[in-house]
């Protein structure tokens, strides 16, 4: 992949700026400490100066990445390959935008609807029945994508994030609710303004990973404390810890390095 990125960039048009794609899969990132470290030499060797990275976490699209093993992994690969001089663009990324910007991506990219933010096999195996695009609030305060009922339950007990109350999307969305009227639309342009935000705020240092983190943390462990639970089964923020874990652990591979 690297000798033909760099056979295409040597014989680009000035036009152009030629990127290095890059899936890897994470299972194999983390089948050795260095392993990681030896990706990112390879790839390092190419001719282009950004690296569009996508991950095969072998994770249905509607679930977090929650193996803190694997996120370090690829959090070394990025910065890796940030402090090798190359850009990294990470492609269907969503609020694990966190660890990745941590890591020192230079930027991130993600979908519009809550299924298509993630990189996975399946989407080129037969499409199954049913499915469709469902409309869901992006709150960062649990930082995780919540059904309309849940946001309304949010929002009477008070613990919507300041991020929320910010996005010019929210009272057009809770009307839309509140009217019981189709708002798939205002849903994805609300969670890009967000992911937008939080790019330019983790960027310029306006906030940390382990802040939205800790904050996401104490909002999960009260809203258990209140019987509070979220319509689907699986949405418990049960991977705050595993990124929580990431972070740390990443953080101190940073500081052993100097």
């Known amino acids: 992949m690297t000798t033909v990125a760099t056979s ?3 014989h680009a048009d000035d036009r152009f700026e030629p990127m290095q794609s890059l899936i890897v899969s994470t299972r194999d990132l983390a089948t050795a400490p260095e392993r990681a470290l030896i990706v990112a030499s390879i790839v390092g060797a190419t001719a282009c100066k950004w690296i569009y990275l996508m991950l095969d976490a072998e994770v249905r699209p509607r679930l977090e990445l929650s193996d803190a093993e694997r996120l370090v992994a690829v959090m070394k690969l990025i910065s890796a390959l940030e402090r090798a001089g190359k850009r990294v663009l990470i492609g269907y990324t969503s609020s ?3 660890l990745w910007k941590t890591a020192g991506a230079t930027s991130c990219a993600t979908g519009k609807f809550f299924n298509v933010r993630r990189f996975t096999r399946s989407r080129f195996e037969d499409k199954e029945e049913g499915g469709g695009n469902l409309p869901y609030w992006f709150e960062e305060s649990l930082l995780a994508f919540v059904r309309a009922a849940d946001f309304k339950r949010l929002m ?7 991020a929320t109350v910010r996005n010019p999307l929210s009272e057009e969305v809770l009307l839309a609710i509140e009217k019981d009227v189709a708002w798939v639309k205002l849903s994805w342009v609300a969670y890009m303004w967000w992911f937008a935000d939080v790019e330019k705020r983790l960027s310029s240092g306006g906030t940390t990973a382990k802040d939205l983190l800790k904050v996401a943390q104490k909002v999960w462990t009260e809203l258990d404390r209140r019987d509070v639970y979220m319509s689907e089964r699986l ?11 990431a972070d740390a652990d990443f953080r101190k591979w940073i500081q052993s390095l100097s």
């Not at 009477?156 to 300041?162: A, F, G, Q, R, T």
């Not at 949405?235 to 874990?245: C, V």
């Open 8 to 10: 295409f960039a040597d």
């Open 96 to 98: 694990d935008i966190l």
């Open 156 to 162: 009477i007990e008070k613990v919507l994030s300041n």
């Open 235 to 245: 949405n418990t923020g049960e991977w705050i810890q595993a990124w929580l874990q």
